[in-house]
């Protein structure tokens, strides 16, 4: 057989030998992941075809990471990997992580208990995850609500700036109702809290705010004793 001919079928059995070397089970295989989070609470982890992950080979990859929603944030964690977005923020990033063997979690850290997915890395047995812990709520916005003396009402911040528009949250309202002629009345999305017209003095109020129109009122002064504002 001629030498040239030997040579290039030595070139192919070596070409056919990396292929079936890098399809071996546990080679590594960079490549492309999406993440997802919302709208709504669709929560999701994909490979290029589309398909959720659930195994990957030890490696480099890139995460496409697209959150749609400022309820809900995508928290990635592992072995040598920690990535994610702010709950209160919206739009898409590009990730570039190396998973080594191990167990990877990925969640919402607002809503762990059913916004959450794990995946392996590797070909041996996989570690136990270490438990992230739980975020603590954050601590409630304190306003200052106020209703006499006289025909005033007012809602105000603590540095004293009339209340207009809000994030939605947990509020501590502190109601100083100075007469008895009047009451505080505060009517929005899923709340309706007021104090009694003949009653005088503080109360402290606890309350979520939704995204919506509030307004507020002395109910027997309505038409001139009012206030609004938006929560976003």
């Known amino acids: 057989?001629?030498?040239?001919?030997?040579l290039v079928l030595l070139l192919a059995l070596i070409a056919v030998a990396l292929v079936y070397a890098a399809a071996a089970p546990g080679a590594r295989r960079d490549g492309n992941l999406v993440?997802?989070?919302g709208p709504g609470f669709s929560?999701?982890?994909t490979d290029a075809s589309g398909a959720a992950?659930?195994?990957l080979d030890p490696g480099t990859y890139t995460i496409a990471v697209d959150d749609e929603s400022s309820l809900h944030n995508f928290d990635l964690f592992g072995p040598g990997v920690q990535k994610a977005t702010d709950i209160d923020g919206t739009g898409t990033a590009t990730w570039t992580?190396?998973?080594t063997d191990g167990a990877y979690t990925f969640q919402c850290d607002a809503h762990?208990?059913?916004?959450?997915?794990?995946?392996?890395?590797?070909?041996?047995p996989a570690p136990a995850p270490t438990p992230k812990p739980t975020p603590k709520p954050k601590a409630a916005t304190k306003l200052v609500a106020s209703v006499g003396p006289g025909q005033t009402i007012t809602l105000r911040r603590t540095n004293g700036a009339l209340v207009r528009s809000l994030p939605h949250g947990r509020y501590a309202i502190t109601v100083h109702?100075?007469?008895?002629?009047?009451?505080?009345?505060?009517?929005?999305p899923g709340l309706n809290r007021k104090t009694g017209v003949p009653f005088v003095g503080t109360v402290a109020w606890a309350v979520t705010l939704k995204k919506g129109?509030?307004?507020y009122r002395c109910d027997p002064h309505a038409p001139f004793m009012h206030g609004s504002f938006k929560v976003t």
């Open 1 to 6: 057989m001629p030498r040239i001919v030997q």
């Open 35 to 37: 993440a997802k989070v």
């Open 43 to 45: 929560f999701s982890l």
């Open 53 to 55: 992950v659930s195994h």
């Open 97 to 99: 992580v190396t998973f």
């Open 112 to 124: 762990v208990q059913t916004m959450k997915g794990t995946f392996t890395v590797g070909t041996g």
């Open 177 to 188: 109702d100075r007469a008895g002629s009047h009451n505080f009345h505060l009517i929005g």
């Open 213 to 215: 129109a509030y307004a």
